[in-house]
């Protein structure tokens, strides 16, 4: 068995995300001693490997939490299956290099965008998705942002950009004041109308997605400042208690 603190030093997982883990229910301590130390043992260890791959694969958590809770969930299938995206990845990011190289060989009027295509790796992680979760929210985002032409949906990205920046000056209160929390209730309804129905557990899951991802976070804080894509997964976190 191995404490919360040996296990965020083996796999870099902060304690803090271990900890958020246990709350969402993605990954619970094998048992809590009566101190209150977690404990981990070797099928949660399992548990978390396949939850940071499914992660370095750009999986929402809560699509990881669906698909390992699924009771066909089949481990060696689900490597298998996360082999061939890594693969995937692997030669989209040649195709990549490969095309920078002959930029810089030809010049950079050079136009091809072929190499920016990802619809062989999306086509297979939805794939993967429809056999273990949901594509639902997926299938009514497709649907809504159809019917927008460039500019509009440029628009409405902005839109919900300047949310964020409206939560981000809010950064001292507490994520549990109200005010807060009238936001984060506005940010679900501007989801709900521009995007997909968003459910408590799709804004958790957003909520964890937006300090999780790189990209996200990086355009959420830009939009706030510095923390605001973790304030807004605390206050979500309150919101959907």
């Known amino acids: 068995m191995k404490t919360v603190n040996e296990i965020s030093k083996l ?3 902060s304690v803090r995300t271990l900890h958020y883990y246990d709350a ?9 001693t009566g101190a209150g130390y977690r404990l981990y043992d070797d099928t949660s260890l399992c548990r978390l490997q396949n939850i940071l791959m499914f ?4 999986f929402p958590l809560k699509e990881i939490k669906k698909i390992l809770d699924s009771p ?5 299938e689900a490597l298998d299956q996360q082999i061939q995206l890594l693969e995937l990845q692997k030669s989209h990011i040649e195709e990549l290099i490969s095309f920078a190289r002959e930029i810089k060989e030809k010049g950079v009027r050079t136009m091809n965008f072929e190499a920016f295509s990802k619809s062989e790796m999306e086509q ?3 794939e993967v998705t429809e056999k273990w979760g949901t594509t639902k929210a997926y299938e009514e985002y497709q649907e809504k942002t ?3 032409n460039g500019e509009e949906f440029e628009e409405t990205a902005k839109k919900l950009m300047d949310i964020f920046s409206e939560i981000g000056t809010m950064k001292e209160l507490s994520p549990a004041d109200s005010a807060v929390q009238e936001k984060i209730g506005a940010l679900q309804a501007f989801i709900t109308d521009n995007y997909y129905r968003c459910t408590p557990e ?5 909520g964890e997605m937006y300090v999780e991802d790189e990209r996200f976070r990086r355009n959420i804080d830009s939009a706030g400042g510095e923390g605001t894509a973790a304030f807004v997964r ?7 208690q």
């Open 24 to 32: 969402i229910g993605l990954l619970h301590p094998t048992e809590t």
């Open 202 to 206: 799709i804004l958790k899951g957003l």
């Open 146 to 148: 159809k019917q927008k």
């Open 72 to 76: 066909v969930f089949d481990p060696e």
């Open 124 to 126: 297979y992680a939805k």
């Open 11 to 13: 796999t870099g997982v």
């Open 55 to 58: 992660r370095e694969l750009q």
């Open 234 to 240: 605390e206050a979500i976190f309150v919101f959907c």
